[in-house]
């Protein structure tokens, strides 16, 4: 008997088998894990077309990191004492490398420019610096060397001056961290030590390659606002 019943469950499984192999499989419908792929933004396009099928104006396309130009107009009566006033706001953020004053060049007037040098950017451990504008900047000045250095264009206009201001940011990318000891603990064959006690600390001059991160909107329009403040009506 148990072999007649062992018989019958086998015989029975195998049916079923065959039953099962002959019907494919018809799963529910299922969601796919991922959909059409979708067009890239690539920026505010400022044209119209024609009927001719031309285009009237130029695509526009905003490049990350880089800001718009940043215009103020002020007026000015006295020459001397409004670059003073110029001279000595950009002062207060950056150390200023060269400058040139409009001038009166038979009946034309030139244009002026102040260049700055570059700057490591404030920490929050430097509050009185004000290079570094708003949170996002000072803790990024923190944890990183970020440096910037900044542009100033006098443009004179009638009555006045017209100011282009633009600050560049820079990233520092170092091969190693600067003045890493790392393999220094190594046997000399000689018994004298260079000193370093002398040496000029700098977090600038032994970096050689830095990244541009664009300008920085932000300094560039707290500078035309203390201009303002002081030039302006």
Not at 120 to 132: I, Y
Not at 157 to 166: C, F, K, P, S
């Amino acid at each position: 008997m148990d072999y007649l019943n062992t018989l019958r469950i086998a015989c029975t499984l195998w049916g079923t088998a065959m039953l099962v192999g002959c019907h494919p499989f018809q799963g529910g419908e299922t969601n796919p894990l991922f959909g059409p792929p979708q067009p890239i933004p690539m920026g505010d396009v400022v044209a119209t077309a024609t009927p001719n099928g031309g285009l009237v104006g130029q695509p526009q396309f905003v490049a990350p990191g880089r800001g718009q130009a940043n215009y103020l107009y002020v007026p000015v009566s006295n020459q001397d004492w409004a670059w003073e006033q110029i001279v000595d706001v950009v002062d207060d953020y950056f150390r200023i490398e060269r400058e040139n004053r409009v001038q009166l060049v038979g009946n034309i007037m030139t244009e002026g420019r102040i260049d700055t040098f570059p700057q490591v950017g404030a920490t929050w451990l430097e509050p009185h610096r004000p290079d570094s504008v708003g949170w996002d900047n000072r803790w990024e000045s923190t944890f990183q060397t970020i440096r910037r250095r900044g542009v100033l264009r006098i443009i004179p206009e009638q009555g006045g001056y017209l100011l282009d201001v633009a600050v560049y940011k820079e990233l520092e990318d170092l091969p190693r961290p600067e003045r890493s000891m790392a393999g220094a603990a190594t046997f000399r064959n000689d018994n004298s030590l260079r000193s370093r006690l002398g040496e000029e600390v700098s977090r600038t001059r032994f970096a050689a390659n830095w990244i541009p991160q664009g300008r920085d909107p932000f300094a560039e329009q707290q500078i035309l606002a203390d201009i303002q403040a002081r030039l302006g009506p």
